[in-house]
């Protein structure tokens, strides 16, 4: 590779922890994924919400939650 030429980006380690759901007045119900991140960061996010500055929630399901990058490629997470 080039001097100057930028590499690929970093590897960001995140792992799901938990999930929790709160039950809705329409019976539905709404997630929050728990998720780790690098130097001890700790994200609590819903649908849409962004997790470091490469990734936006796609969806919380209730075992697993799936990120999706600013190219569209996903990465799901799962509770181990």
């Known amino acids: ?16 922890i938990g999930v929790a759901t709160s039950a809705l007045a329409d019976g539905g119900a709404e997630r929050t994924a ?17 997790v470091t500055t490469s990734y936006r929630v796609g969806a919380v399901l209730p075992e697993s939650v799936r990120l999706v990058d600013a190219t569209g490629a996903s990465l799901s997470l799962t509770m181990r």
Do not use: C
């Open 1 to 16: 590779m080039p001097e100057g030429s930028p590499g690929p980006p970093p590897i960001v380690t995140l792992s799901l």
């Open 34 to 50: 728990i998720i780790a991140g690098p130097a001890g960061a700790l994200y609590m996010v819903r649908d849409g919400d962004a």
